[in-house]
């Protein structure tokens, strides 16, 4: 770092100096802004301390700020720039003095117009403004100051008054920031300082009622949103640092001793407007929180403590409901998962159950308020009444068992609550909220909380389903309500991976194919419900099936197993390649479960024509990603016997898979190719008379091919080429055994050391020559993609310890496999003499003439291979293969790779460094002295 800093210094210095000059001009705030970050040590910490003790960066804003009162204001981006130098710099307590004894900030302020009336500085200017005051928080130093000054005020105005989003949360974490570092100097100052926030919110509501005779929630909403949302934000950021870091209460207690309840109930009797009655009644909760977790710390807590909070909260629920604010009912229900679940394991048990069972939960029972709106969508548009419960013993046991989840109080109310969302119209958009917020209440859940859930779900796909069959729900409002149909498939996917819901769990579980399909028989479905709802039956699918699924030996025509295949042949042939690519993922899901699971499957797959369909639409598909989700079908379906046997050994998939890795453009579709050659090396077997087409397509893919994951996977088809030519040279079970049967001599015999070293001597001449050496050199010269190379790396090192365990060096290979002349060194002469006078190589004017008189480009290859310490790799023109003899692989794979592939990051990761930054923010300067641009040398390696 310090010989680093030390080759630094100077271009730093020639830059802080250049953004003072008049003609000195900014291309784009980019540069200023990426120069930050990398003072800030965002990009490295280390870097960003040594920068910032620069002499010339400490003393820089004085500097300017300076300059700038005599001369001309700069521009405001420059401006911002200063400000957030200065709150980099006011950080450490040192150089905060020393800026405030030179009356750098006032006058830095008074320049930036920063003034309590002036509402014209740009939003960035006032976001740096904020950054500075709360850099001096840092200190003791700059909190005397910013108290004495009152600049917080400022800041709290600022926030209060804009709308940009980055200031006004800028602004709510300084004020926490200001309430923590006050908190320990002085209480009575934070007393103060809360005093000031709501004393802003009852003016603002007195200016209000006194204006108007009846109160417009419009302005009502407009004047206090901000004082309100900014204390929900205060309370949020007390529960993730008081609660949990600190352990410190005495914030929340200033809170609960403001008498803030009162003041916010007097607003709601005014508020109208939804969202902004949830952040009041939000506020309220929290006080009603802090008041217990509170109590949680004291000797006194007991269980009637937690009893009288669950009633609070029913309270303000039960209010709610009775103005029919369906929304915020579900949104304070989610709220109270996330709250109680902080509290859960400080509280004495609840209520006891009656028969002795386990206590009640009131998570739990918030599911059920949570979740009611879901249920409540097949009343509304079903017609279904609840005499039809009646009627329906599995779904009457299921409504048994959430009874039995709720207490009393609960129970009653939720009674209430049922009423009120059946009789809402709008019961599709309350249902989507409902299962939204379920979603991320996800880890709050309860595993019978999110069975119960999970349980809705399906119960209300199934009415939905009979409802569409009965016409009850037309194709416009399926269609109107897309994203409720979506959101419900999403969610009951979600809920069986999250918790792992199997039949144990839920009976329901059983019939989820089933009414799935039933419901892709909808023709007035859109697209996007489509892919859900196949998503959702490659879940079910895979997770759990049906009975006569599971039983299932032979297809019969009135199985689900003809409906399965029937609709997906159907959504194969949909016009939407959206449902063609799902319809695929669930013919890979199948493919793969009749191999490991359930052969049945595969009959279905064969008598269905859906492998003939996959292989046709694996080259013919209009849409890439259609192409590629089908070859990886086939990537399944050749490991399964029957299908490889009678249908894929007699389609030339090699050959195929060969056309598409040399045409496709696509690189998603050739890399699920080259991912198939790999499968069938491995799993079947290719035609001998095809070997050489294969081993050249695959050392092209490795060579030549622009995507990484096309590289990575040919390599893993070289790695099963290097291992299957070990194993026929009797390797097995990572190592050569004692003994073993020779195939060429037709008897056994003992492997010596030396019997060892020449078959592995054969293993990499024929390696050579198939270009599998090649292929793993070329990958780790590729300094495009460090993937690639990592992987060649990896596959390397285990033949590197095969290699080394058996003591096998370059000197062993006397003989040198057949190679040829690089096309590189034919027709080359001027250029070959031009380089052979000089170790390393130099720009010359001979040299460059020679390349522009070859009228060849490719002659720049040979300039810089002269100088990479690698294998000199051979290429066939006609073949595209990359030779590198055994004795050169052996020397290769000797040196330290990963001490190379460091380098290769290191390289890679300066490419952006502030060197090149620096470089680039200097090359347009010009140097009116010299005349000359006396920064251009810097950027020859930009």
């Known amino acids: 770092m310090d010989s680093y800093m030390k080759a630094l210094m100077p271009k730093v210095e020639k830059l802080f100096k250049a953004l003072l000059q008049p003609e000195f001009q900014v291309k784009s705030e980019y540069y200023l802004s990426n120069l930050l970050s990398h003072l800030s040590g965002k990009e490295n910490p280390d870097l960003g301390i040594a920068l910032l003790k620069l002499p010339i960066v400490k003393t820089w804003v004085s500097r300017a700020v300076s300059h700038w009162q005599f001369s001309d204001k700069p521009s405001s981006a420059l401006l911002s720039f200063t400000l957030n130098l200065t709150a980099l710099l006011s950080k450490q307590e040192s150089d905060f003095i020393d800026l405030k004894l030179n009356n750098t900030y006032e006058r830095l302020f008074k320049l930036c117009e920063l003034s309590h009336r002036n509402n014209s500085i740009t939003p960035s200017m006032k976001l740096a403004y904020i950054k500075v005051i709360n850099s001096c928080l840092d200190h003791r130093s700059g909190i005397d100051w910013v108290l004495a000054t009152e600049c917080w005020m400022h800041c709290l105005t600022i926030s209060l008054a804009t709308d940009t989003i980055y200031i006004v949360r800028e602004g709510q974490e300084f004020i926490y920031k200001l309430l923590k570092a006050t908190i320990s100097v002085d209480e009575q100052i934070v007393h103060s300082i809360v005093d000031a926030i709501l004393s802003r919110l009852q003016k603002a509501l007195t200016k209000e009622c006194a204006t108007f005779v009846q109160v417009e929630d419009e302005l009502l909403v407009a004047n206090l949103r901000p004082i309100v949302k900014l204390l929900v934000r205060l309370q949020q950021l007390i529960i993730d640092d008081a609660l949990f870091k600190c352990g410190d209460f005495r914030i929340p207690r200033i809170f609960i001793s403001k008498n803030l309840e009162n003041a916010i109930s007097g607003i709601i009797i005014l508020a109208r407007n939804r969202d902004f009655l949830y952040e009041l009644y939000n506020i309220i909760f929290h006080i009603y929180f802090f008041e217990l977790y509170i109590k949680t710390t004291t000797e006194k807590f007991a269980q009637q403590d937690v009893t009288e909070l669950k009633q609070k909260i029913l309270n303000i629920m039960s209010s709610l409901i009775n103005q029919s604010e369906i929304p915020n009912v579900v949104r304070l229900s989610h709220l109270g998962h996330e709250r109680w679940n902080l509290l859960r394991d400080r509280l004495p048990p609840m209520e006891k159950r009656t028969n002795n069972r386990a206590p009640f939960n009131f998570q739990n029972e918030l599911v059920i308020f949570q979740t009611l709106p879901i249920f409540s969508v097949c009343f509304v548009h079903y017609k279904f009444t609840y005499s039809d419960l009646e009627n329906d013993d599995i779904r009457d046991d299921f409504f048994n068992k959430i009874v039995s989840m709720m207490s009393e109080p609960s129970l009653r109310l939720a009674y209430n609550w049922r009423n009120k969302v059946t009789s809402q119209v709008e019961a599709f958009d309350n249902g989507k909220l409902a299962i939204m917020l379920s979603l991320q209440s996800l880890p709050y859940f309860t595993k019978e909380g999110a069975i119960a859930t999970f349980q809705i779900l399906v119960y209300n796909a199934n009415d939905l389903v009979k409802a569409i069959n009965k016409n009850f729900i037309s194709g416009e409002t399926i269609n109107k309500n897309v994203g409720y149909f979506i959101a419900l498939l999403d969610a009951m996917g979600t809920f069986i991976n999250k918790f792992d819901i199997t039949w144990r769990d839920s009976v329901e579980t059983i019939c989820v194919t089933s009414c799935i399909l039933e419901l892709l028989k909808c023709n007035c479905l859109s697209p996007r419900v ?47 390649w959206e449902v063609r690519d799902s319809a ?14 359930y052969p049945s499957y595969q009959g279905m797959l064969i008598n269905m024509e859906i492998v003939q369909l996959t292989l046709t639409m694996s ?9 590629a989700s089908a070859i990886k079908c086939l990537q399944e379906m050749i490991q399964v016997k029957a299908i490889w046997t009678n249908i894929l050994v007699n389609e030339d998939l090699p050959n195929k898979m060969i056309y598409i890795l040399r045409n496709e453009s696509e690189g998603i579709v050739r890399t699920q190719a080259s991912a198939l050659m790999r499968y069938i090396f491995e799993y079947q077997s290719f035609p001998s008379e095809q070997m050489d087409d294969i081993y050249e397509a695959m050392c092209a893919a490795v060579t030549k091919d622009l995507h990484w994951e096309v590289k990575t996977n040919a390599l893993d088809f070289w790695a099963k080429v290097i291992l299957n030519h070990l194993q026929d040279q009797g390797f097995i079970d990572g190592k050569f055994p004692t003994v073993t ?24 001449h024929k390696l050579s020559l198939n270009g599998c050496l090649g292929a793993f050199v070329s990958a780790f010269n590729d300094d495009c993609d460090l993937e690639v190379v990592k992987k060649s790396l990896a596959k390397t090192k285990k033949v590197a310890t095969i290699l080394n365990m058996y003591n096998l060096k370059s000197d062993n290979f006397d003989e040198v496999a057949p190679t040829m002349a690089p096309i590189s060194q034919q027709g080359r002469h001027n250029l070959s003499e031009a380089t052979s006078t000089s170790s390393t190589f130099d720009f010359t004017d001979e040299i460059l003439n020679a390349i522009v008189e070859s009228d060849d480009l490719s002659l720049l290859q040979d300039v810089f291979n002269s100088k990479i310490n690698t294998p000199s790799s051979n290429i066939d023109a006609s073949t595209s293969k990359v030779i590198v003899t055994p004795k050169e692989y052996v020397d290769f794979v000797q040196q330290d790779l990963d001490q190379i592939l460091q380098q290769k990051i290191i390289w890679r990761n300066n490419m952006n460094n502030i060197d090149s930054l620096v470089n680039d923010m200097l090359k347009s300067y010009l140097d009116h002295e010299s005349g000359t641009n006396q920064f251009n040398n810097y950027m020859d390696c930009y």
């Open 530 to 576: 489509v892919v859900e709802a196949l998503k959702l039956v490659k879940l079910s699918i895979a997770r759990f099936l049906s009975p006569n699924l599971v039983l299932l030996v032979e297809i019969k025509d009135d199985t689900t197993m003809t409906a399965l295949g029937t609709m997906i042949c159907a959504k194969l042939y949909d016009i939407e």
């Open 584 to 597: 695929l993922e669930l013919v890979h899901t199948i493919a793969n479960i009749s191999n490991t699971k």
């Open 619 to 627: 080259c013919s598909d209009s849409e890439a990603f259609v192409r």
């Open 741 to 764: 049967f020779s195939k060429e001599n037709r008897k056994i015999v003992t492997l010596t050391d030396k019997e060892v070293k020449t078959r592995l001597q054969k293993v990499l």
